[in-house]
């Protein structure tokens, strides 16, 4: 583990292994560092990805590292503590005390979604709490759903289900939003939430602060999208604030202004799905690659 790779790739997800795969096959050396915690590790299935709908996450990943295996890359299992430049390019620091070198760096560290502050909701994430329609939404097609999100998720949600409340909970909704909601049937609950009521096995109801339950068996959120960061900070990488979350400045193909860094999938594209990540990781290796011959 003491030689110059040619890159380290922070992220063993579908965008990070993807890229890792691009690179591997080119002939370079390349590591990843995986933590070991994917966002959609509670999801029973991945959805939206051709020829591989429903195939549960881990064995995906599974797969995945396989494949980088196969071509000769490594995958390392560890929290990245550190990740510095040097003069030789960069040093990336684990957990253990590893210290790996490298002349390129792939961050695709993901993100970590936050939910909005209502108790119940965190026990069921992944589950009978969803974010995402085309993820999630054939799953829980028909079922009573709850929305406490936006007006525009609730819409997304109608599509699947003839039975939504959108729980405004203090959000302003315009006129012209509420005409849309009564024209497909949308409830609109303006009483605040005070807790999400379940059962072990799943959800019940909304629980009001008048003490008023709403029935419903699904919980659709929009939950705020942070790219993660952790141990990566001493790269200098730039963020930036959006209307759902706060992501890494990119451009084309993943390049940053920290020249010898990309980043791919959703550190830096928040709404990206398993397929999307996975693309902008292989785009990013390619472009790696280039870059390492120039």
Same mark, same amino acid.
């Given at each position: 583990?003491?030689?110059?790779?040619?890159?380290? =790739?922070?992220? !063993?997800?579908?965008?990070? %292994?993807?890229?890792?795969?691009? $690179? /591997?096959?080119?002939?370079?050396?390349? &590591? @990843?560092?995986?933590?070991?915690?994917?966002?959609?590790?509670?999801?029973?299935?991945?959805?939206?990805?051709?020829?591989?709908?429903?195939?549960?996450?881990?064995?995906?990943?599974?797969?995945?590292?396989?494949?980088?295996?196969?071509?000769?890359?490594?995958?390392?299992?560890?929290?990245?503590?550190?990740?510095?430049?040097?003069?030789?390019?960069?040093?990336?620091?684990?957990?253990?005390?590893?210290?790996?070198?490298?002349?390129?760096?792939? =961050?695709?560290? !993901?993100?970590?979604?936050? %939910?909005?502050?209502?108790?119940? $909701? /965190?026990?069921?994430?992944?589950?009978? &709490? @969803?974010?995402?329609?085309?993820?999630?939404?054939?799953?829980?097609?028909?079922?009573?759903?709850?929305?406490?999100?936006?007006?525009?998720?609730?819409?997304?949600?109608?599509?699947?289900?003839?039975?939504?409340?959108?729980?405004?909970?203090?959000?302003?909704?315009?006129?012209?939003?509420?005409?849309?909601?009564?024209?497909?049937?949308?409830?609109?609950?303006?009483?605040?939430?005070?807790?999400?009521?379940?059962?072990?096995?799943?959800?019940?109801?909304?629980?009001?602060?008048?003490?008023?339950?709403?029935?419903?068996?699904?919980? /659709?959120?929009?939950?705020?999208?942070?790219?993660?960061?952790?141990?990566?900070?001493?790269?200098?990488?730039?963020?930036?604030?959006?209307?759902?979350?706060?992501?890494?400045?990119?451009?084309?193909?993943?390049?940053?202004?920290?020249?010898?860094?990309?980043?791919?999938?959703?550190?830096?594209?928040?709404?990206?799905?398993?397929?999307?990540?996975?693309?902008?990781?292989?785009?990013?290796?390619?472009?790696?690659?280039?870059?390492?011959?120039?």
């Amino acid at each position: 583990m003491n030689e110059l790779w040619d890159a380290v =790739v922070i992220g !063993g997800g579908a965008a990070g %292994l993807n890229g890792a795969i691009m $690179l /591997a096959r080119s002939r370079r050396s390349v &590591v @990843v560092v995986d933590s070991g915690t994917p966002r959609n590790a509670p999801a029973d299935g991945v959805h939206g990805l051709l020829g591989l709908d429903g195939i549960p996450p881990a064995e995906l990943l599974g797969r995945g590292r396989d494949e980088v295996r196969k071509y000769g890359g490594r995958i390392v299992h560890g929290e990245v503590v550190k990740a510095e430049p040097t003069p030789d390019g960069f040093t990336v620091t684990l957990a253990d005390g590893t210290s790996l070198t490298a002349k390129r760096v792939l =961050v695709a560290t !993901g993100l970590r979604d936050v %939910l909005p502050d209502v108790k119940g $909701l /965190a026990e069921h994430w992944g589950r009978g &709490v @969803v974010h995402c329609p085309y993820c999630h939404g054939w799953e829980v097609r028909d079922e009573p759903i709850g929305v406490l999100g936006s007006a525009h998720h609730a819409l997304l949600f109608r599509q699947l289900s003839d039975d939504i409340v959108f729980f405004a909970n203090g959000t302003e909704l315009e006129d012209d939003t509420r005409a849309k909601f009564a024209e497909r049937g949308i409830r609109i609950v303006e009483t605040p939430v005070a807790e999400i009521e379940s059962t072990k096995e799943q959800i019940t109801g909304v629980r009001l602060t008048n003490g008023e339950v709403v029935p419903r068996r699904v919980i /659709a959120v929009a939950t705020t999208m942070i790219a993660r960061t952790d141990g990566i900070e001493g790269l200098g990488l730039p963020l930036e604030d959006v209307p759902n979350g706060r992501k890494f400045v990119t451009g084309m193909a993943g390049t940053t202004p920290v020249k010898g860094v990309w980043v791919a999938g959703n550190a830096t594209d928040l709404t990206a799905q398993v397929g999307a990540s996975a693309a902008a990781g292989a785009l990013a290796g390619a472009h790696m690659n280039a870059d390492l011959l120039a």
